[in-house]
């Protein structure tokens, strides 16, 4: 198998495995994902039965994207888009329609793909498109979605979340307000559509999830989804293991150089066998035994059925707020081991993206041309400004733990460099469980929280720091750039969505100096 690979939401520059070769125009032999017999067998069959009715097919394949391909992310669209570095995540390039506009400005925003394909595109609102194949192993998490990525217009300047930024943020205005650096008639807005189609989603319906075959129709078109699901039931492919992503009438459909363009992104977190080399989920990301087609209707007389707006699931959380006091706490006894007074001086909260005024939401931020950076409601969100690491600063993370609070299946503390938005390393919830287990004697429910440590040399500080300390490298963020903390909590438990954001508790910044 030929495979590529890249990176995204955070997206970012692709290193060419074969000796193809690599080049800014493309990769110059064909793709294919080694798929199993019988996928393939169905992928034929498929594509034959549609064929036959009258549609035009087309198959594209599917590309793993790693944080090594920040590189033509940051050169064309200026941003990694604060990608979360847990895992790599997956997408899809497909070859355009004959009349359809391929932008050379962002021709290159998820990395290199092969000649005559496009991990961007438009959509015909007579298209579908359709994913099918082996889900991996197992894992805290799998989701798939689908984004709005660029399209004509401003952004609106009069808007609470552009003042805020400009106002408190400004450093950071650019990532969320931002053109296409190449065709500014064009604004950035990497933005959910809607609600994705993910593990717990997938269970809900069919019963199972990893290592399951399952179907996906992505598209604007009712009549669509129902042509593909006959085509589906004619290979004896069962309903409840068809998953289908209505793209909202909100969006421009057409194949014009003024429509909406959009990508889609696979997230696979965490797989319980560590993924480490020659494991399952390892090789199921060397293989991607999955196949994707671009099916329309060339009936361009019949009118398309569209769906109707969309409605986000309700997100819920168990409510944190009786562990404030405790969390209060733990920051006071950390302060006072490292010589500090607890106070603004020295703590401050983290930025909750989700809640007023940032609301970092894709449908809410497309609505006043706002990035939202590949968003998802799997998870909640919540980020540090800039923080220095030239002057011996040590930073210390205090919050709650949202796998013991019962609102994550996983969490994420990443590590990210500021000026191209790259997320570098991430800290997951197996490290951080009992890092607050010291303070047991003085403060209650310790359990339920974390306490770790970021500085640029951690060598000396493994006794202060009981070891939990990560060594934020020069090769990892050079001097005179910033280091950016982000907080994920993925999947609440018995929910098909990320926790309430309104419900978490803020996590705590403490900065300290070297004692």
């Given at each position: 198998m030929?495979?590529i690979t890249g ?9 060419c495995?074969?000796?193809?070769g ?8 064909g793709?294919?994902?080694n798929?199993p017999?019988a996928?393939?067998?169905q992928a034929?069959?498929?594509?034959a039965d ?5 549609y ?5 394949y599917?590309k793993?994207l ?12 200026g941003?990694?888009?604060g990608?979360?570095?847990a ?6 390039a497909?070859p355009?329609?004959?009349?359809e ?5 962002t021709k290159l ?5 092969y ?15 359709v994913?099918f194949?082996q889900?991996?192993p ?7 979605q ?9 952004f609106?300047t009069?808007?609470a979340q552009y003042i ?8 950071f205005?650019s990532f969320?307000?931002?053109t296409v650096p190449d065709?500014?008639?064009r ?7 809607g609600?994705?189609n ?5 269970v809900n319906?069919s019963g ?9 129709i992505i598209?604007p ?7 593909i699901r ?11 293991n068809i998953?289908?992503e209505?793209i909202?009438p909100?969006v421009?459909?057409?194949l ?7 990508a889609a992104l696979i997230r696979y977190a ?6 480490t080399?020659?494991t399952p989920?390892?090789?199921w990301r060397q293989d991607l035994?999955l196949v994707?087609?671009?099916?329309r ?9 569209p769906y109707e707006?969309?409605v986000l699931e309700t997100r ?9 006091d ?5 920051v006071?006894?950390?302060?006072t081991?490292w ?5 603004p001086?020295?703590v ?5 993206m ?6 970092m939401?894709?449908?809410?931020g497309?609505e006043?041309?706002m990035n ?5 409601q799997d998870?909640?969100y ?6 220095s ?6 930073y210390?993370?205090?919050s709650?733990?949202?796998t013991e609070?019962d609102?994550a299946?996983?969490v994420g503390?990443s590590?990210?460099e500021?000026?191209?938005?790259k ?6 919830s ?8 010291e303070?047991?004697?003085t ?5 339920k929280?974390?306490?770790y440590y970021?500085a640029?040399?951690c060598s000396d500080?493994?006794i ?5 300390c990560?060594t934020?490298?020069e090769?990892?963020i050079?001097p005179?750039d910033?280091l950016k903390?982000?907080q994920r909590?993925?999947?609440r ?15 705590k910044?403490?900065k300290?100096?070297?004692?």
């Amino acid at each position: 198998m030929a495979t590529i690979t890249g990176f995204l939401p955070g997206l970012c520059i692709v290193a060419c495995l074969l000796a193809a070769g690599c080049s800014e125009v493309g990769i110059s032999e064909g793709p294919h994902n080694n798929v199993p017999e019988a996928i393939e067998v169905q992928a034929q069959r498929l594509s034959a039965d549609l064929e036959q009715q009258g549609y035009e097919v087309n198959r594209g394949y599917f590309k793993l994207l790693t944080t090594e391909d920040a590189d033509y992310s940051y050169r064309t669209m200026g941003s990694c888009y604060g990608n979360n570095p847990a895992a790599p995540y997956v997408v899809f390039a497909v070859p355009p329609w004959p009349e359809e506009f391929v932008d050379p400005a962002t021709k290159l925003a998820l990395g290199l793909t092969y000649e005559g394909y496009d991990t961007l595109f438009r959509l015909d609102p007579r298209e579908a498109i359709v994913i099918f194949g082996q889900l991996p192993p197992d894992a805290s998490y799998f989701g798939m979605q689908t984004y709005l990525f660029s399209r004509e217009g401003t952004f609106d300047t009069g808007s609470a979340q552009y003042i805020f930024f400009a106002t408190y943020y400004p450093a950071f205005l650019s990532f969320f307000f931002a053109t296409v650096p190449d065709n500014p008639a064009r604004i950035q807005v990497f933005n959910s559509l809607g609600n994705s189609n993910n593990n717990a989603v997938i269970v809900n319906q069919s019963g199972a999830a990893f290592d399951q075959e399952r179907f996906f129709i992505i598209t604007p078109d009712q009549f669509m989804n129902d042509a593909i699901r006959q085509s589906l039931a004619g290979i004896s492919v069962a309903d409840e293991n068809i998953f289908t992503e209505p793209i909202p009438p909100t969006v421009l459909t057409g194949l014009d150089e003024h429509a909406d363009d959009f990508a889609a992104l696979i997230r696979y977190a965490e797989p319980l066998d560590q993924g480490t080399d020659g494991t399952p989920s390892a090789l199921w990301r060397q293989d991607l035994p999955l196949v994707v087609l671009r099916v329309r209707d060339t009936r361009t007389e019949r009118t398309p059925v569209p769906y109707e707006p969309l409605v986000l699931e309700t997100r819920t959380a168990t409510d944190e707020s009786w562990l404030t006091d405790d969390l209060n706490n733990l920051v006071a006894e950390i302060c006072t081991k490292w010589g500090l007074t607890s106070g603004p001086d020295c703590v401050s909260d983290f930025l909750s993206m989700q809640t007023w005024p940032v609301l970092m939401v894709g449908p809410i931020g497309t609505e006043i041309g706002m990035n939202c950076l590949g968003d998802t409601q799997d998870t909640s969100y919540h980020g540090t400004p800039n923080l220095s690491l030239d002057n011996g600063e040590i930073y210390a993370v205090v919050s709650t733990l949202g796998t013991e609070t019962d609102n994550a299946s996983y969490v994420g503390l990443s590590v990210n460099e500021s000026l191209k938005m790259k997320g570098i390393a991430n800290i997951s919830s197996k490290t951080l469980t009992g890092t607050a287990a010291e303070y047991g004697p003085t403060v209650n429910n310790t359990d339920k929280f974390y306490v770790y440590y970021f500085a640029r040399d951690c060598s000396d500080l493994q006794i202060i720091t009981s070891g939990h300390c990560f060594t934020v490298t020069e090769e990892m963020i050079p001097p005179g750039d910033y280091l950016k903390l982000a907080q994920r909590n993925y999947l609440r438990p018995g929910t098909q969505r990320g926790p309430d954001s309104s419900l978490i508790l803020t996590p705590k910044l403490i900065k300290l100096k070297r004692p």
